[in-house]
Nanobody
Framework: VRLVESGGGVVQAGESLTLSCVAS????????MRWYRQEPGKERRWIAS????????DYAESVRGSFTFSRDSAKNTVYLQMNNLKPEDKAEYFC???????WGRGTQVTVSS
């Protein structure tokens, strides 16, 4: 199992980013995929889920309405579209299959005010 997150960067408040997570060794269609983030000095926290069917999503209150979770089964990749970014969204972002123990290296997002 391998997960490679990318798409992070340094942006200004109000701007957007789209994160990608390319999976190998398993199918993203076989799991309810999740995104987590880890802010400096804090524990990793769940922020979004996509059901195994791909038909339903769930978001933490802190990102609901601004972030959108999607997937491309043909590319075995999931995405997190992040709009209207705020300084408090600064974190390392990780994808995860089914809430298990497999993690990638993450991708860093920094938002300046």
């Amino acid at each position: 199992v391998r997960l490679v997150e990318s798409g992070g960067g340094v942006v200004q408040a109000g701007e957007s980013l789209t994160l990608s997570c390319v999976a190998s060794g398993f199918s993203v269609d076989a799991y309810g995929m999740r995104w987590y983030r880890q802010e400096p000095g804090k524990e990793r926290r769940w922020i979004a889920s996509l059901s195994r069917s791909g038909e339903s999503t769930d978001y933490a209150e802190s990102v609901r309405g601004s972030f959108t979770f999607s997937r491309d089964s043909a590319k075995n990749t999931v995405y997190l579209q992040m709009n209207n970014l705020k300084p408090e969204d600064k974190a390392e972002y990780f994808c995860n299959p089914g809430g298990g123990t497999n993690w990638g290296r993450g991708t860093q997002v920094t938002v300046s005010s």
